[in-house]
Each structure stands twice: as structure tokens, then as C-alpha cells.
């Protein structure tokens, strides 16, 4: 069973919970619009259905409300920054913003940003950098609790660790495309881990290959990851790609965690509810680098020249990344988001917490 809402009515109702958690009104819309952008894209993982732990976080002391991202080094286009536990959403983008006007300058900023609250969607900051027609890198890490299991091994050992790639595409013929940048965005676990959070809340098992139980046996049950089991022990998330997957995540963990200053996952689950991240962040604008020109004209030929490869079966048509959350865009501004009602149940005994009545 689950419960549509409109996206604006989505994001009011955030807004209310996020201020009666200590944000100014103009935080507590930053954050609630990035949630609900997450839904609209087909992300639930890290959607409305994140307000519950950022409410507990607050109320633990993990999350800052009204926190500012600080400039710990600047030497022009290199940038170290501190989240200071802020709302990911932002302090990532106040991070963005800095490390995109150095771009702009230099031609190209390294911006190492520490001590972020969930930072939600990478996707955002790179869609953030093609709309100002930069080329972005993003290696991020995952201080929460040890999720994912390194190939060959039984239990959690790190986070989910995203990465991700924006390119802008302004050679491209935009009705054609839709106006299409190339969005790389993924977990380096399988599946990410709001994910089967959320097919536990809606009662579904997942498909084999993507779990391990407390004992390192396969599972399809995704509660293994999302409830403790008998002892308290926990599952944990398999890595995409086996051994490649691995390797990619322990990148992230050491680019996004190690090298930004923010530190990285050594130990067992703290049960804290705060989500902290690391990310390092690469910006290169085209124009400096003197091959505008030759990009523009080389990257749409060759997405156009990809594109255009019969579809196989059981497909519509070759798609690039990006395209699906654009599709569900439309989607999901004209027919509603769905929540199911565990999840909507949660959301609601949240702003309780906070004495907000939904």
C-alpha cells in the first residue's frame, strides 16, 4: 500500500519539519526541495524518505542546522573546506558554488570538502557544474556504518561510497536530445543502501547478488541491511562489478575520506543515526583548457554515434546515463510520487519527534 503525493506538497510538508528542527526557512526549503528532487528523479533511496534520520541526527547532535561550510585552505584553485556537520544539501552546494567561480578563473579547482551531513544525490552537484558548462569529478565517502563488504570478504567493512561524473553536452542538437548532459552517478555497493531500505518498508524481496546475511551466506532479504539481526549483527551490501567495484569504492573512500581530511570508516556501527561525508571534488571548464570547440563537436557525435545502435531485446532504445531521472521528471511532476505507507508512517512519527502534525 502506499500513498501519492504532489511534489510541492511534498516539499511544504518538509520545509515544516525541517524548521521546526532549528532551520531558517530558507535551509529547511534548500533541503526539502533536494529530497523531493531525489523522488521526482526516481531516487527514492535518497528522497523523502531520508527525513527520519536527519530529524534523529538533529536530535542526537550529528546534524547542525544553520551551519556554513568554512575555508580551511585556499591557494586559489585548490580549496579545503569543512561541512562543519551541516545539511549536506547545503553545505555542498555553498561548496560547490566556490570551487565552480575558481573554475571559471583558473580553468580547473580541486575542492576537498570534509565533515558534510549527507550530502543526498551526488547527481546534484554535477548537474550544479554542467549547468555552468564545467566538466566535474566527484569521489565521495560514507561515515555511518560499515555497509558494504570488500570483495572476498563476509561483512561490512565501509560505506556505499558514491561516484560521479557530470559533462556538459552544449554541442548537441538540444530538441533532439532533450537538452541531455551526461550524468554518471552511482554506489560503488550493487545497490545503494536506501534502496533496500525502502524494499523492506514496502515487504519485497530483492534479487540474489546483492546481499549477504550476518553469517556472509547470500540473502534476498533486504531487512538483513536495514534491522539488526539475532546478536545484533548486520548484513552487508555486495560491491558492483565484484573485484572492480571494490577497488572503486576503496578509491572513493581514500580520494573522498582520506585525502580530504575528513577520515575514513575503521570501526564497528556506533548506532548513531548521523550520516557524515567526505567528497573531492575535480572542475575543469573546457573553454580554459582551448578544446571548447573540438569537445562540443566530438562529444555529441560520439553519444549521438552510441544512441544510434539498434536496440536489443527487451529495449526501447540505447539510453545515456542522466536520461532515466530526466524521463522520470516528467513522469513523477504529472502523475505524483508514490510513498509507501511504512515509509509515510515513519516520516509522520518523525515530525512528531519535532511537534509537527502531518
Known amino acids: 500500500m502506499s500513498n501519492t503525493f504532489e511534489a510541492a506538497s511534498l516539499r511544504t510538508q518538509a520545509t515544516a519539519v525541517f524548521i521546526a528542527c532549528g532551520s531558517s526557512r530558507q535551509e529547511a526549503e534548500t533541503v526539502a526541495s533536494n529530497l523531493v528532487m531525489a523522488n521526482l528523479s526516481g531516487h527514492d533511496s535518497h528522497g523523502i524518505g531520508m527525513l527520519p534520520r536527519y530529524v534523529d541526527a538533529v536530535l542526537e547532535g550529528g546534524l547542525i542546522p544553520n551551519a556554513a561550510v568554512a575555508t580551511e585552505v585556499d591557494i586559489g584553485s585548490m580549496l579545503t573546506l569543512n561541512g562543519q556537520r551541516g ?10 558554488a566556490l570551487g565552480m567561480a575558481r573554475a571559471k578563473t583558473h580553468g580547473s579547482c580541486i575542492m ?15 548537474e550544479m557544474a554542467v549547468a555552468q558548462g564545467l566538466v566535474s569529478i566527484h569521489f565521495v565517502n560514507v561515515l555511518s556504518r560499515p555497509v558494504v563488504a570488500p570483495w572476498g570478504g563476509s561483512d561490512g567493512r565501509f560505506g556505499t561510497n558514491p561516484f560521479c561524473v557530470g559533462i556538459p553536452m552544449a554541442g548537441r542538437d538540444r530538441e533532439r536530445s532533450g537538452g541531455a548532459h551526461f550524468i554518471l552517478d552511482f554506489a560503488t555497493s550493487v545497490v545503494a543502501h536506501g534502496k533496500m531500505r525502502v524494499a523492506h518498508n514496502q515487504g519485497q524481496r530483492v534479487k540474489p547478488g546483492l546481499l549477504i546475511d550476518e553469517q556472509g551466506k547470500p540473502s534476498t532479504n533486504p531487512a538483513v541491511v536495514v ?28 580520494m573522498g575520506g582520506a585525502l580530504t581530511g575528513g577520515g575514513t570508516w575503521r570501526g564497528p556501527d556506533s548506532g548513531k543515526r548521523a550520516v557524515v561525508n567526505g567528497m573531492l571534488t575535480i572542475l575543469l571548464d ?38 532515466a531521472e530526466r524521463l522520470a521528471r516528467i513522469e513523477r ?17 518523525a515530525a512528531g519527534k519535532v511537534g509537527v502534525r502531518l
Open 87 to 96: 545539511f549536506g544539501q547545503v553545505v555542498g552546494t555553498q561548496a560547490m
Open 227 to 254: 534491522v539488526p539481526q539475532p546478536g545484533g549483527l548486520m548484513g552487508a551490501l555486495m560491491t558492483f562489478g565484484e573485484h572492480k567495484g571494490y577497488g572503486m569504492a576503496v578509491a572513493c573512500e581514500l
Open 286 to 323: 573546457p573553454a580554459k583548457l582551448g578544446t571548447q570547440v573540438a569537445f562540443d563537436k566530438e562529444a555529441a557525435a560520439f553519444i549521438d554515434w552510441v544512441k544510434q545502435s539498434p536496440a536489443a531485446s527487451g529495449f526501447d532504445a540505447v539510453q545515456m546515463s542522466g536520461d
Open 333 to 349: 511532476e504529472a502523475g505524483g510520487i508514490e510513498v509507501d505507507e511504512q515509509t509515510w508512517q515513519e516520516i509522520v512519527a
Open 112 to 126: 576537498a570538502l570534509s565533515n558534510a551531513h549527507h550530502l543526498g544525490r551526488i547527481g546534484h552537484f554535477a
